[in-house]
């Protein structure tokens, strides 16, 4: 019976890329400055302190991933834990740093050409294009119109936005129009309205995505984004691995926002969480019931959305602790056949100036009873890990990537 798992560490970058200069980010790298920050004691808070401890992704390969991608040692590495599977690192070939074309490509579809984004002026937003949202939706205006921080504009326009009916739109360096809604006073539904008649209009700028950000609360103080966040995704531009899988008897169980940055292709179940630990138990459940020619595609958001946009490093580094604790639980169920995938779909360095996410290699770690213990080095495209999954279930073969031997 076979059996995979995918694992992305939303935003764990492990380096910057080659073309790093081209997006700012040169000296970015996600995983190496947490450890470092964590080494100075500049990463300590209630939950943890001291030097990075993830001693089973240690043991998967992670930090001599690290060690292969930008030739550093992770700081505070134990140095005695030597690694027990596959590993290495991915270079994106995709033009944008985004979560669709990460996944994408990933699922062996790299993305050729830069998705449309909006310039960081305020009011940031083209007037046709807010007109005529305005006009289909029946709103009686908006708020934001700029680039920012999802939890800082809806600290600072919240309250008007409860008063007026205005819902909150901003954008980010990505290719992405966002808008926030109060789910009482708003209401969940009509928001979900408003950005399906949004995603209609932004695709005439190529935008890949809409992304409905609710929230609840009464106040600044209190105001707190929920897990009914939405995301309304271009579909891929050419078959993924999920669908090959799918159409060929397989089965791709998604867990988190996998089916909505897929816009829904190739999925055959979905299932939420509303955080991490959350996802995993989800996870963990998916894996015990499925069947042969199944896959388990797991985004865990948090890492990206709660620490890596908002800069908190001392957060991303517990979060990176509490999900290695878990990692047992998971190998502990996986049968001899099945072969678990940990990576990323790009960086987000909380060390890195501003908010936006940043250009790195990504980690490429397969595991499993079977797997075999090996550094594979660079990888030239996120696809070869598609194409390797491709490769494992016996299915035809993916336009991209090289598959990678993962057994003796």
Same mark, same amino acid.
């Given at each position: 019976?076979?059996?995979?798992?995918?694992?992305?560490?939303?935003?764990?970058?492990?380096?910057?890329?080659?073309?790093?200069?081209?997006?700012?980010?040169?000296?970015?790298?996600?995983?190496?400055?947490?450890?470092?920050?964590?080494?100075?004691?500049?990463?300590?808070?209630?939950?943890?302190?001291?030097?990075?401890?993830?001693?089973?992704?240690?043991?998967?390969?992670?930090?001599?991933?690290?060690?292969?991608?930008?030739?550093?040692?992770?700081?505070?590495?134990?140095?005695?834990?030597?690694?027990?599977?596959?590993?290495?690192?991915?270079?994106?070939?995709?033009?944008?740093?985004?979560?669709?074309?990460?996944?994408?490509?990933?699922?062996?579809?790299?993305?050729?050409?830069?998705?449309?984004?909006?310039?960081?002026?305020?009011?940031?937003?083209?007037?046709?294009?807010?007109?005529?949202?305005?006009?289909?939706?029946?709103?009686?205006?908006?708020?934001?119109?700029?680039?920012?921080?999802?939890?800082?504009?809806?600290?600072?326009?919240?309250?008007?936005?409860?008063?007026?009916?205005?819902?909150?739109?901003?954008?980010?360096?990505?290719?992405?129009?966002?808008? *926030?809604?109060? @789910?009482?006073?708003?209401? $969940?539904? =009509? &928001?979900?309205? +408003?950005?399906?008649?949004?995603?209609?209009?932004?695709?005439?700028?190529?935008?890949?995505?809409?992304?409905?950000?609710?929230?609840?609360?009464?106040?600044?103080?209190?105001?707190?984004?929920?897990?009914?966040?939405?995301?309304?995704?271009?579909?891929?531009?050419?078959?993924?691995?999920?669908?090959?899988?799918?159409?060929?008897?397989?089965?791709?169980?998604?867990?988190?926002?996998?089916?909505?940055?897929?816009?829904?292709?190739?999925?055959?179940?979905?299932?939420?969480?509303?955080?991490?630990?959350?996802?995993?138990?989800?996870?963990?459940?998916?894996?015990?019931?499925?069947?042969?020619?199944?896959?388990?595609?797991?985004?865990?958001?948090?890492?990206?959305?709660?620490?890596?946009?908002?800069?908190?490093?001392?957060?991303?580094?517990? *979060?990176?602790? @509490?999900?290695?604790?878990? $990692?047992? =639980? &998971?190998?502990? +169920?996986?049968?001899?056949?099945?072969?678990?995938?940990?990576?990323?779909?790009?960086?987000?360095?909380?060390?890195?100036?501003?908010?936006?996410?940043?250009?790195?290699?990504?980690?490429?770690?397969?595991?499993?009873?079977?797997?075999?213990?090996?550094?594979?080095?660079?990888?030239?495209?996120?696809?070869?890990?598609?194409?390797?999954?491709?490769?494992?279930?016996?299915?035809?073969?993916?336009?991209?990537?090289?598959?990678?031997?993962?057994?003796?």
């Amino acid at each position: 019976m076979k059996r995979a798992i995918i694992l992305v560490m939303d935003s764990l970058g492990i380096g910057a890329s080659d073309d790093a200069h081209l997006y700012g980010d040169e000296t970015a790298n996600t995983l190496g400055n947490i450890a470092k920050e964590c080494l100075l004691g500049k990463a300590d808070n209630h939950q943890r302190s001291g030097v990075l401890k993830i001693p089973n992704l240690t043991r998967l390969g992670l930090a001599h991933a690290l060690q292969a991608s930008c030739g550093n040692d992770m700081p505070g590495l134990d140095k005695d834990i030597e690694p027990m599977a596959t590993y290495g690192y991915a270079i994106e070939q995709s033009k944008d740093k985004d979560t669709p074309s990460g996944h994408w490509e990933m699922a062996g579809v790299p993305v050729p050409f830069a998705w449309g984004t909006f310039p960081k002026t305020q009011p940031c937003f083209p007037d046709a294009l807010i007109k005529d949202f305005i006009q289909l939706t029946g709103i009686p205006g908006i708020l934001g119109n700029c680039h920012s921080s999802g939890t800082e504009i809806i600290k600072q326009l919240g309250e008007e936005h409860i008063k007026t009916g205005k819902p909150i739109c901003y954008t980010s360096a990505d290719s992405v129009f966002q808008i *926030a809604a109060h @789910e009482d006073h708003f209401g $969940l539904d =009509e &928001l979900y309205r +408003i950005c399906k008649i949004a995603k209609g209009l932004v695709d005439e700028l190529n935008v890949t995505r809409v992304i409905a950000r609710p929230f609840i609360g009464e106040n600044p103080d209190d105001f707190m984004r929920t897990a009914n966040r939405k995301d309304l995704t271009t579909p891929p531009i050419e078959p993924t691995l999920l669908d090959q899988l799918s159409a060929q008897g397989g089965k791709v169980v998604s867990v988190g926002k996998i089916a909505d940055i897929f816009s829904s292709r190739g999925i055959t179940k979905k299932v939420k969480g509303k955080d991490n630990m959350e996802l995993f138990d989800v996870m963990l459940n998916e894996v015990n019931l499925a069947e042969d020619k199944t896959l388990i595609f797991v985004n865990f958001v948090d890492f990206d959305s709660h620490f890596g946009h908002r800069r908190n490093v001392a957060g991303y580094a517990n *979060a990176l602790e @509490e999900f290695d604790k878990r $990692l047992p =639980e &998971l190998e502990a +169920i996986m049968n001899s056949d099945d072969i678990a995938l940990i990576t990323a779909d790009h960086g987000c360095d909380p060390t890195f100036p501003g908010s936006d996410h940043t250009r790195e290699h990504v980690p490429v770690v397969f595991f499993g009873k079977g797997v075999k213990t090996q550094n594979i080095g660079a990888r030239e495209s996120f696809a070869d890990m598609g194409q390797t999954i491709a490769s494992y279930f016996e299915i035809n073969d993916l336009k991209h990537g090289k598959p990678i031997k993962l057994f003796k």
